[in-house]
């Protein structure tokens, strides 16, 4: 009798215990926002968020308002769609609302990493060391390098002026990934006289192979990131992982030249910090993800939005002339391909500006963070919000921000002198009269802002500046249409375009 009340006791309170993991208790608690489970225990909305998340949030916007929280995948997160009130949230104190929590959980199942204490620190450290200031005219003088290596080696050969074709997003993405690259971590060593040209051209080689697997694993990213890749892409997702901890590892990295101060500032402080070589190797993996994800897809964009639109094509161009001019360095026949500076890079106002209309329409990372301990908010509108301790707390500022009809005229428009003034200052936006902190959210914003956002405008800006300056360009067809975006990508950084689009190129003088 009694082995049966104690079997009945364990059997309820476990069917209690999976009810509760499952959410059928959670309700609503006074001064939280409307709570939506979806229909199915523990997963709640995540099939839907997963397959388009962009579309999700606007019809749950549309349903219960600017604040409301959601199950997705055993977690409750509350969405925060009111521009206004992002202020708060970004600033709160890191006790109660942590970034760290989530980033680590992603960093370990998707780079095989596992962060401490020290590595935001660590990490934040050596980018306004390296990514920032002094730093960043070093890396941008060592990127015009590797352009000059990928893009400009055989410009000056006499060749004729004949059109290659290509597809633009597969060169961008290339030809941005290896440049980045090979000034972040390093180039081949060339000892010796005449080994120059050999050492140029294995970088060449190793950079391309590396882009090419590494674009394996570009397109696994978005389902290993949510853990739901079928097996045979799971097995393939393992394969690429420690095929990237070897060719980047540490060891391997030391043999290396010009390895930037970044990279190597970063392991040096890892290992001072007694991490075991072997997660090292998995942190240089990391940081490439981190470093050229984005850059490549970007610069894409940028240039496809400027070929179609040929009024900005001008614009930019002649300005990108004017600065080359003025730095005494005409680009005509003969001539030798132009040395940008980070300064020359500091005098295209309209460059800027079509390079932040384009990551406003196509950079949509998601930011969330951790609920520490319960925490009251005051929105903009002044009603206290409660956030439950171990929910996350998220912002989505494609569609709060940078989306926003009331924010930007004709959102989904490329507009690109939307950003700059007529004496090329930047402008100012509104929304209901009141002036907008946050107009345009590509880096993310608090604690973990994009640390390499210097860098890589920079970086992006340069790729731009030298195609314009030595290159005709035009789609091999004018009249396609700009493709969709990959939706699946959602939250992850820059969006993917859904196909390629051809278009061809010849050296411009
Ligand atoms: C178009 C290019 C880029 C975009 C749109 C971009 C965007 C972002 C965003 C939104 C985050 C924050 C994610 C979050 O809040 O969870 C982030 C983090 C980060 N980015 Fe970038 N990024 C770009 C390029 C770069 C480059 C070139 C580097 C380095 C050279 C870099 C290094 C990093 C690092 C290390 C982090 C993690 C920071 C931390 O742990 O706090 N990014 N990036």
């Not at 992002?86 to 199942?109: H, P, W, Y």
């Not at 970044?262 to 981190?290: C, G, K, T, V």
């Not at 940078?402 to 490329?414: D, G, V, Y």
């Not at 802002?449 to 890589?456: D, E, L, M, S, Y």
Request: charged share 25%; aromatic share 12%.
């Amino acid at each position: 009798m009694v082995l049966w009340v104690i079997l009945l006791c364990t059997l309820a309170s476990s069917l209690l215990g999976g009810l509760y993991v499952l959410g059928v208790f959670r309700r609503r608690r006074p001064n939280e926002p409307p709570l939506d489970k979806g229909t199915v225990p523990w997963l709640g909305h995540l099939l839907e968020f997963r397959k388009d998340s962009s579309e999700f949030l606007k019809r749950m916007q549309r349903k219960h308002g600017d604040v409301f929280t959601v199950l997705i995948g055993g977690y409750y997160f509350t969405f925060v769609m009111d521009p206004f009130s992002f202020g708060t949230i970004v600033k709160e104190s890191r006790s109660k609302l942590d970034f760290r929590t989530n980033a680590a959980q992603l960093v370990a199942r998707v780079f095989g990493y596992k962060p401490t204490q020290a590595t935001h620190s660590l990490v934040h450290a050596s980018s306004m060391k390296h990514l920032m200031g002094d730093g960043l005219t070093v890396l941008t003088q060592a990127t015009m390098e590797s352009f000059r290596k990928l893009l400009l080696f055989n410009l000056s050969s006499g060749e004729r002026r004949e059109w290659q074709e290509e597809n633009l997003f597969h060169y961008c993405y290339n030809i941005v990934f290896r440049a980045g690259y090979l000034a972040l971590y390093g180039t081949e060593p060339a000892r010796g006289a005449g080994n120059k040209e050999k050492a140029e051209e294995q970088d060449r080689l190793h950079s391309q192979q590396l882009f090419q697997e590494f674009r394996k694993y570009d397109r696994l990213f978005p389902h290993l990131a949510f853990a739901l890749l079928p097996p045979k892409d799971k097995r393939e997702a393992e394969r690429l992982k420690r095929h990237f901890w070897n060719v980047l590892s540490v060891k391997k990295l030391w043999q290396k030249d010009n390895i930037s101060g970044w990279i190597s500032d970063q392991d040096q402080l890892l290992a001072e910090n007694h991490i075991p070589e072997y997660m090292r190797d998995r942190f240089m993996f990391m940081l490439l993800w981190a470093s050229q994800g984005n850059t490549g897809p970007t610069a894409f964009w940028l240039l496809l939005y400027l070929l179609k639109h040929p009024e900005a094509l001008e614009a930019v161009r002649d300005e990108v002339d004017k600065v080359s001019r003025e730095s005494g360095q005409e680009v005509k026949g003969g001539s030798p391909p132009v040395t940008v500076t980070l300064d020359m890079l500091s005098q295209t106002p309209l460059l800027d500006s079509a390079l932040e209309e384009t990551l406003r329409l196509v950079a949509a990372p998601m930011l969330v963070r951790a609920v520490l301990e319960d925490t009251c908010l005051r929105t903009s509108s002044g009603t206290e919000l409660t956030l439950r301790k171990g929910d996350r707390v998220a912002l989505f500022p494609h569609i709060s921000v940078q989306m926003n009809p009331e924010i930007h005229e004709e959102p989904h428009k490329f507009k690109y002198d939307r950003f700059v003034n007529p004496d090329g200052s930047r402008k100012d936006f509104y929304r209901n009269g009141k002036k907008l902190k946050f107009v345009n959210m590509p880096w993310g914003a608090g604690v973990s802002t994009c640390p390499g956002r210097f860098f890589a405008t920079a970086e992006m800006k340069l790729f731009v500046f030298l195609m314009l300056s030595h290159f005709d360009l035009e789609l091999v067809n004018g009249e396609e249409e700009i493709p969709a975006i990959d939706i699946s990508r959602w939250g992850f950084g820059t969006m993917q375009p859904v196909h390629d689009i051809r278009f061809r190129y010849r050296p411009r003088f």
